[in-house]
């Protein structure tokens, strides 16, 4: 199987091809046509099995072929926040281009931002604090529940659900299931279809990771300058700018 068996624009192909990614891994190839085909999606998936660009490729095709799309990502912590912003720059490639703008901390990316991203805790600030508005949030992906879990961030994550609208796509990923996170889950998802990755496929998703991650990830830092030149190199998402919200408090750049 290959990645244009999976229903991706030419665009987004060829930017995977530009990486050396020769063939989707499992979760790759299972995930990938159902968010395009707009399902609820719960996904459970070992670390390292190239979940994240199971949902990024996805979601660029969605942003080109719609217009006036929000999409809200949630990350355990400011690692993930860094690793997905870079992934949709990289891959954002040949998609429209037009002249990006990045928006610092002190001004309102909601009417700009396509993709915003973050941990609990951070989303939960800039969210409180007026910086944007996911009160019209057409897909929420939350990757991984479990670990939001471990880092004691289900009560803000349950802030955030509160203030999103009951009709959009929902995207939950898990690497393990959780008595503890089941609620939450509940209020999630509706009649999701359920990926299970066995176990067994993490060392192929390992080698898949390790042909291609030094092209688009790096070291986390306290601010990601990279992910700011990659989004303005690669041009924006039809012509609005993405808003990454990154680490340590940090939105853009402030």
């Known amino acids: 199987m290959n990645f244009a068996d999976l229903g991706l624009s030419e665009h987004t192909i060829h930017a995977i091809d530009d990486l050396g990614i020769k063939e989707p891994t499992t979760v790759q190839a299972d995930v990938i046509p159902s968010i395009l085909e707009g399902k609820d999606v719960f996904t459970i998936a070992p670390q390292g099995c190239g979940k994240t660009m199971s949902y990024v490729l996805p979601i660029l095709d969605i942003i080109s072929r719609r217009k006036n799309q929000t999409i809200l990502i949630i990350t355990p912590n400011s690692d993930c926040s860094v690793m997905t912003s870079d992934q949709l720059a990289v891959f954002n490639k040949y998609h429209e281009i037009n002249d990006a703008t990045i928006k610092n901390g ?23 604090n007026g910086k944007v508005d996911v009160s019209a949030t057409n897909i929420l992906v939350v990757d991984d529940i479990n670990l939001i879990k471990k880092n004691k961030q289900l009560g803000n994550l349950e802030k955030i659900l509160d203030m999103l609208p009951a009709e959009k796509q929902n995207i939950v990923y898990t690497n393990r299931r959780s008595k503890e996170t089941q609620d939450v889950l509940e209020k999630i998802l ?6 299970k990755i066995d176990k067994a496929k993490e060392q192929e998703a390992q080698m898949s990771n390790c042909a291609s991650k030094n092209k688009y990830q790096k070291p986390s830092a306290d601010f990601d300058k990279e992910a700011v030149d990659l989004a303005q190199k690669n041009k924006s998402f039809n012509g609005k700018t993405p808003g990454f919200i990154l680490v340590k408090g940090i939105l853009a750049e402030e």
């Open 106 to 128: 002190n001004e309102d990316i909601a009417t700009e931002a396509n993709v915003i991203i973050g941990s609990p805790d951070l989303l939960v600030d800039v969210i409180e």
């Open 190 to 195: 509706k009649t999701p279809e359920e990926i």
